[in-house]
Structure formats: structure tokens, C-alpha cells
């Protein structure tokens, strides 16, 4: 079945970095786009980055983009968020997910449990 295993949270101060691991097994994972996402406490599931399945084409939601950068090992079904200059308000639970379909989206089929990510000195 489909398992996506999420590391690399952990308590940054502002203007840190980050890097989260998602290992993923289950599926033929270099067939299927993926997803980042974040749930803030009290909020809403957020997407934050995605990745077709190839990993050239490359998403970013507005807040993220020039700071955070999705990348995938194909070899090593993993992927990666690595996170620079963080803002308290990137605090979160961060999700990779798997796309529902071959052409990427963001639509979800699974996501994992998730890696707590805290901002704050």
C-alpha cells in the first residue's frame, strides 16, 4: 500500500533553513507528481509546492517562491522541500502527498503523517 514517511521538522529561528524528507513506497513513484502541503494550527490544509513526475516542471504557491525549493530523487523515491529564510508563519504540520492521476495536480490520493516545522526564536 501507499506509504509516504515525512522527516526533517524540527524548531528554526526566523531567517533559518530547513530541509524536509518525504520517502515514499507503495507506488511507482517516478510516475506520479507530489506535493507539499501545511496545515498551520487552527487553519486549513494549505498547498505549498509541487513536482511532476519527471521533475523539471516545478510549482510553488506565492508566499514560498524564491524561499523554498521542491526537488525529487526518482532513484531514492524521495522528495525534498528545502526551506530557506523562514518566517514564523511557515510554522506548521508540512505533508508530502501523492497526486490522484499521472498529470500533476493538486489533487491528493495519500499524504503522509506529517513533520512539525516551528519558526521562532
Excluded at 522527516?7 to 528554526?12: A, F, K
Excluded at 533553513?17 to 513513484?29: D, K, N
Excluded at 519527471?54 to 508566499?63: A, L
Aim: proline content about 2%.
Amino acid at each position: 500500500q501507499v506509504q509516504l514517511v515525512e522527516s526533517g521538522g524540527g524548531l528554526v529561528a526566523p531567517g533559518g533553513s530547513l530541509r524536509l524528507t518525504c520517502v515514499a513506497s507503495g507506488f511507482w513513484f517516478e510516475n506520479f507528481g507530489m506535493n507539499w502541503f501545511r496545515q498551520a494550527p487552527g487553519k486549513g490544509l494549505e498547498w505549498v509546492a509541487g513536482i511532476a513526475n519527471g521533475g523539471v516542471s516545478r510549482y510553488y504557491e506565492d508566499s514560498v517562491k524564491g524561499r523554498f525549493t521542491i526537488s525529487r530523487d526518482n532513484e531514492k523515491n524521495t522528495l525534498y522541500l528545502q526551506m530557506e529564510s523562514l518566517r514564523p508563519e511557515d510554522t506548521a504540520m508540512y505533508f508530502c502527498a501523492k497526486v490522484d492521476g499521472y498529470t500533476w495536480s493538486k489533487r491528493i490520493d495519500r499524504k503522509g503523517q506529517g513533520t512539525q516545522v516551528i519558526v521562532s526564536s
